[in-house]
C-alpha cells in the first residue's frame, strides 16, 4: 500500500510541479492572469503531495526489510502532519486574523 500511494504521490508531484513552472512562464509573460491565480491556489495542494511522497520514500527506505512498522510509521508520519499543518495554518494566517480582528 505504501508504495502505491509513493508512486502516485510522485506522479502528481511531477505534474503539479511541471504546472507551477507552465504558471510561472504564464505570468511573468502576461498571456493570461491564470498564472498567478494557480500559483496562489496550488501550492497547498503540490506541498501535501511533496510531504505524502517525501515520507513514504523515507518510510520505504528505513523500514524493516518483509515486514511492515508502526512505530516507524507514526514517527514519520507525525512530523509529516506536524509540517503540513503549520503550512495550512501559515497559508490562511490572513483570513484567521481577519475574522478573528
Not at 494557480?38 to 511533496?50: E, N, Q, S
Not at 524493516?64 to 512505530?71: G, H, V
Not at 512530523?79 to 490572513?94: D, E, G, K, Y
Request: aromatic share 16%; proline share 5%.
Amino acid at each position: 500500500m505504501v508504495n502505491y500511494l509513493k508512486q502516485l504521490s510522485g506522479f502528481l508531484f511531477y505534474l503539479l510541479g511541471g504546472s507551477f513552472f507552465l504558471a510561472y512562464l504564464l505570468m511573468v509573460n502576461q498571456m493570461t492572469p491564470i498564472g498567478g491565480w494557480w500559483l496562489k491556489v496550488a501550492d497547498l495542494p503540490l506541498a501535501f503531495v511533496g510531504l505524502l511522497y517525501g515520507a513514504s520514500s523515507l518510510y520505504l527506505s528505513v523500514k524493516p526489510k518483509d515486514r511492515e512498522s508502526r512505530a516507524l510509521f507514526y514517527t514519520i508520519g507525525i512530523p509529516a502532519v506536524a509540517i503540513f499543518s503549520t503550512l495550512l495554518v501559515l497559508n490562511f494566517w490572513p483570513a484567521l486574523s481577519l475574522v478573528s480582528g
